[in-house]
């Protein structure tokens, strides 16, 4: 099996720390639908858990290779941070999370993570230039979004 392999995104976004922060760890089961995720068309979320510094969620989706499934366990650490072990049947992933406020009302958000698939996996493993292209456009779509939805809130 291989092993772990590690990745970083980073992804500013137009909009104050603390909406930022609220809106990144808000976890809904209508999260993909910012993004745009392929997998949202067939994906449900369940939130098992939710504490102020806690949220637990399950994934359950179809990426047209058969049945997903993964489990999330995410630990808050406000104002700015936050950090997210999952388990799931393709993959284990551990991932942090920083937001730093940038001039401007604007916020910048570091993603690294690290992930390796589980040792029954068959699922194809792409590579780490693809993985961040594909998640750097995931986050810039959810830029555009929390951008809108703060606007919509009228701060």
Same mark, same amino acid.
């Given at each position: 099996?291989?092993?772990?392999?590690?990745?970083?995104?980073?992804?500013?976004?137009?909009?104050?720390?603390?909406?930022?922060?609220?809106?990144?760890?808000?976890?809904?089961p209508h999260d993909g639908m910012f993004s745009g995720e392929d997998?949202?068309?067939?994906?449900?979320?369940?939130?098992?858990?939710?504490?102020?510094?806690?949220? =637990?969620?399950?994934?359950? /989706?179809?990426? #047209?290779?058969?049945?997903?499934?993964? +489990?999330?366990?995410?630990t808050l650490h406000p104002p700015n941070r936050w950090h997210c072990?999952?388990?799931?049947?393709?993959?284990?992933?551990?991932?942090?999370?920083?937001?730093?406020?940038?001039?401007?009302?604007?916020?910048?958000?570091?993603?690294?993570?690290?992930?390796?698939?589980?040792?029954?996996?068959?699922?194809?493993?792409?590579?780490? =230039?693809?993985?961040?292209? /594909?998640?750097? #456009?995931?986050?810039?779509?959810?830029? +555009?979004?929390?951008?809108?939805?703060?606007?919509?809130?009228?701060?």
């Amino acid at each position: 099996m291989p092993g772990w392999r590690t990745y970083r995104v980073t992804v500013d976004f137009d909009v104050p720390l603390a909406f930022a922060f609220r809106w990144c760890t808000d976890y809904t089961p209508h999260d993909g639908m910012f993004s745009g995720e392929d997998r949202t068309i067939h994906l449900q979320r369940r939130i098992i858990e939710r504490t102020n510094r806690r949220v =637990v969620f399950e994934n359950l /989706y179809d990426e #047209g290779r058969g049945w997903g499934w993964e +489990r999330h366990i995410v630990t808050l650490h406000p104002p700015n941070r936050w950090h997210c072990e999952g388990k799931g049947n393709h993959q284990e992933s551990i991932l942090d999370y920083t937001l730093t406020a940038l001039p401007g009302s604007r916020t910048r958000c570091d993603m690294r993570w690290r992930s390796r698939p589980v040792a029954h996996s068959r699922a194809a493993r792409p590579s780490a =230039v693809d993985v961040e292209s /594909y998640v750097t #456009g995931l986050w810039k779509k959810r830029a +555009r979004s929390l951008k809108r939805e703060y606007q919509q809130s009228g701060r």
